[in-house]
């Protein structure tokens, strides 16, 4: 097994510890838990639609509310 070195601020240091002490387990273990739960969430593909993938941009964006129907604001495209 590889040993990693990293600073942490107080706060988050206290909470691992509360983590640690709860499980009856030490700080390396829920730190390596944590990493390879926050790796895995990383690397798998996330499941839905691509509106509930991107449901927070809905209605983010300004502009003609008829764009994808209206032949209008087609004329002159790709010319």
């Known amino acids: 097994m590889k ?19 709860r ?3 030490n700080k390396s273990e829920i730190v390596r ?6 790796v895995a969430m ?4 996330q499941k ?5 993938l991107a449901g927070d941009l809905v209605g983010s ?6 764009l994808s129907h209206c032949d209008e604001h087609m004329r002159g495209y790709g010319e």
């Open 3 to 21: 040993t990693l070195s990293l600073k942490l601020p107080d706060e988050l240091d206290a909470r691992i510890s509360a983590i640690a002490k």
């Open 23 to 25: 499980r009856q387990s």
């Open 33 to 38: 838990n944590a990493l390879d739960a926050y």
């Open 42 to 45: 990383e690397t798998t593909p």
């Open 48 to 52: 839905g639609s691509a509106l509930d």
């Open 61 to 66: 964006l300004e502009g003609p509310a008829d």
